[in-house]
T-cell receptor
Framework: GENVEQHPSTLSVQEGDSAVIKCTYS??????FPWYKQELGKGPQLIID?????GEKKDQRIAVTLNKTAKHFSLHITETQPEDSAVYFC???????????FGRGTSLIVHP | EAQVTQNPRYLITVTGKKLTVTCSQN?????MSWYRQDPGLGLRQIYY???????DKGDVPEGYKVSRKEKRNFPLILESPSPNQTSLYFC?????????????FGPGTRLTVT
């Protein structure tokens, strides 16, 4: 089955810096890669996603890149703010499968 | 307000005492699923449902049951809970016509089994 590795497990940055979280996947048939943000005491919330026919997608301060050949995808957050502090999860799934595989999560801490 | 609700939010119980965690969504989503979240392990899918009366196992279904009698509700049943089922549980639903895409998660249920 699919295996998703996520790094780092913890990331500490200063406000205004950029943050990058990386994920690799094993199943070349995977074609959908969402990123979720989980704030303390809440459920995960989709923040951005990318499909395999796209190499990069941007939404204001966040962007996701996908390298299908290398089977890795990354989340980039620019100009980080304290409210970006949360746990971020990547996931991978493929068309026809109802079972997404999640990474283990990255705890992002943005220091004011 | 579009949302997924879960009840209870917190539950402490004893080994072997049957319990049910309810999940309801008001977005007319066809797809619903249950996850458990454990430290260092991320989110693992327990069961999912593509529509009413259609359910299937996820990655970690042992010790759990589900039912989907109505489109909006997807309860999680632990017939005989054990301490290794102590975890944070999330229900999720997806937009109509999509697969596991764009899931909306509930607020979570923290379960402790002693």
């Amino acid at each position: 089955g699919e295996n998703v590795e996520q790094h780092p497990s913890t990331l500490s940055v200063q406000e205004g810096d950029s943050a990058v979280i990386k994920c690799t996947y094993s199943d070349s048939a995977s074609n959908y890669f969402p990123w979720y943000k989980q704030e303390l005491g809440k459920g995960p919330q989709l923040i951005i996603d990318i499909r395999s026919n796209v190499g990069e997608k941007k939404d204001q301060r966040i962007a996701v890149t996908l390298n299908k050949t290398a089977k890795h995808f990354s989340l980039h957050i620019t100009e980080t703010q304290p409210e970006d502090s949360a746990v971020y999860f990547c996931a991978a799934s493929k068309g026809g499968s109802y079972i997404p595989t999640f990474g283990r999560g990255t705890s992002l801490i943005v220091h004011p | 307000e579009a949302q997924v609700t879960q009840n209870p939010r917190y539950l402490i119980t004893v080994t072997g005492k049957k319990l049910t965690v309810t999940c309801s969504q008001n977005m007319n989503h066809e797809y619903m699923s249950w996850y458990r979240q454990d430290p260092g392990l991320g989110l693992r899918q327990i069961y999912y449902s593509m529509n009413v009366e259609v359910t299937d196992k996820g990655d970690v279904p042992e010790g759990y049951k589900v039912s989907r009698k109505e489109k909006r509700n997807f309860p999680l049943i632990l017939e005989s809970p054990s301490p290794n089922q102590t975890s944070l549980y999330f229900c999720a639903s997806s937009t109509p016509g999509t697969l596991a895409y764009e899931q909306y998660f509930g607020p979570g249920t923290r379960l402790t089994v002693t």
